[in-house]
């Protein structure tokens, strides 16, 4: 099993918009990763988005390739977030990140949970999303094949499939079909057991969340050799969320990962620093470290998992 992080100051937030703070201190991100990842390989978790000409293109961290290498590889998302439905034009991005980043890259996230409608921060929220993420599966691991990358793992996530997501995977793979199923390296996962929803057991709702997830991958015909990668999971401290009881959590839930016969391939954390940690709202305090780079205790727990990888 992998691990890895996002390291960036930039979250997004459950209306649209996003949570800041002070900025990025390269240095210190650096120095942090070097402590998590201990002598072993790291994830680096970033985020590019497509959007239509006149929109900026949001970038997260900035110059994420700068955290690569001492056996730290990325872990990319390319976003669709294409107000007018540019399928081609985000196909055409999706071969350019692979063209600048992919030899630094060790899996490339077509979309970012394109469940997920009315968050225009979300891929969901914009038409195409379905098209564009079967398409952009195919078209991102045919251009790593030309290219020799063939070790790049291309996939895709979702958060939980309840409700009028129930059925998502399936209008996947009936849209993709052979082709789509064929190109995927593994199939993400955002999941945030107790803190959406109070879960006092998040190791029993983590256990259960990610079997939930494989029987949706069998259902729509991934097979089991496809990994389930865990693509965001945190817990925010602030009013009533202790950095003692964020730590619990992630106790419970790491060992719920690594512990799961659903055939875990990655463990990404969301996220390695506060937004802001001067701001109570829910999407700023999601680090390991405050935003002034001092730890938690979570990061020692999150550092002791990954060294007994």
Do not use: C
Not at 13 to 19: P, Q, R, S, T, V
Not at 64 to 82: C, F, K, P, T
């Amino acid at each position: 099993m992998e691990f890895g992080i996002y390291p960036g100051g930039v979250t997004g937030d459950d209306e649209g918009g996003l949570a800041t703070g002070p900025a990025d201190d390269p240095a210190e991100i650096l120095a942090a990763l070097r402590t998590l990842q201990g002598n072993g390989p790291f994830l680096v978790r970033g985020y590019r988005a497509f959007t239509d000409p006149g929109r900026p293109r949001t970038e997260t961290p900035q110059d994420v390739e700068r955290y690569a290498g001492e056996g730290r590889r990325l872990d990319l998302v390319v976003q669709y977030q294409s107000e007018s439905g540019d399928v081609p034009g985000y196909l055409e991005f999706v071969r350019e990140v692979v063209r600048r980043h992919g030899p630094l890259t060790a899996t490339l996230q077509i979309t970012e949970e394109p469940n997920v409608a009315g968050i225009a921060t979300l891929d969901g929220h914009y038409p195409g999303v379905r098209r564009a993420l079967v398409e952009g599966v195919v078209a991102a691991r045919a251009e790593a094949d030309r290219l020799g990358l063939h070790g790049l793992r291309v996939g895709f996530n979702t958060t939980p499939l309840f409700g009028p997501s129930a059925g998502f995977l399936t209008e996947l793979t009936d849209l993709g079909g052979g082709p789509f199923v064929d190109a995927l390296g593994y199939v993400g996962l955002d999941f945030f057991p107790d803190v959406f929803m109070p879960a006092p057991d998040p190791g029993a709702a983590a256990t259960g969340l990610l079997a939930m997830h494989r029987e949706s991958m069998t259902a729509a015909g991934i097979p089991a050799t496809v990994p389930l990668h865990i693509t965001e999971n945190g817990w925010p401290t602030g009013p009533d969320r202790t950095p003692e009881r964020q730590a619990e959590v992630l106790e419970a839930v790491l060992d719920a990962v690594v512990r799961s016969p659903a055939g875990i391939g990655a463990y990404l954390h969301f996220a390695l620093r506060d937004a802001d940690s001067s701001r109570d709202g829910l999407f700023h305090r999601f680090g390991l470290l405050h935003d002034d780079y001092t730890p938690k205790p979570a990061f020692d727990v999150y550092r002791t998992f990954a060294a007994d990888r």
